[in-house]
């Protein structure tokens, strides 16, 4: 059965960073597109980044330069790098495969 469970948010300061996890098992991971999507408090939900079956990655245009997203076919984790976070951009931040499946979510408060 196909399984995603993010980890690695927190709180951050504004300017910073944090490393999201996606731990993927029950599928084809190492094909299977991937994305990371985020709900933001009193907006809808909003696609940020995936990567492809040919493990390349996409952005949306606010975090082009800033995040990096990655996937280890060996332990079958996808990885958002995120850096320079913003207030706005705290939320809940989930990864989602090709097949459907999404993770629990994982937060991330960006506040001084």
């Known amino acids: 059965e196909p399984q995603l469970v993010e980890s690695g948010g927190g709180l951050v300061q504004p300017g910073g960073s944090l490393t999201l996890s996606c731990a993927a098992s029950?599928?084809?991971?190492?094909?299977?597109?991937m994305t990371w999507v985020r709900q933001v408090p009193g907006k809808g939900l909003e696609w940020v980044s995936g990567?492809?079956?040919?493990?390349?990655?996409g952005y949306a245009d606010n975090v082009k330069g800033r995040f990096t997203c990655s996937r280890d076919r060996t332990t079958t984790t996808l990885f958002l790098h995120t850096n320079i976070l913003q207030p706005e951009e705290t939320g809940i931040y989930y990864c989602?495969?090709?097949?459907?499946?999404w993770g629990q979510g994982t937060q991330i408060t960006v506040s001084s």
């Open positions: 989602a495969s090709g097949v459907g499946e």
């Open positions: 990567i492809d079956s040919a493990n390349t990655p």
């Open positions: 029950g599928f084809f991971f190492r094909k299977s597109l």
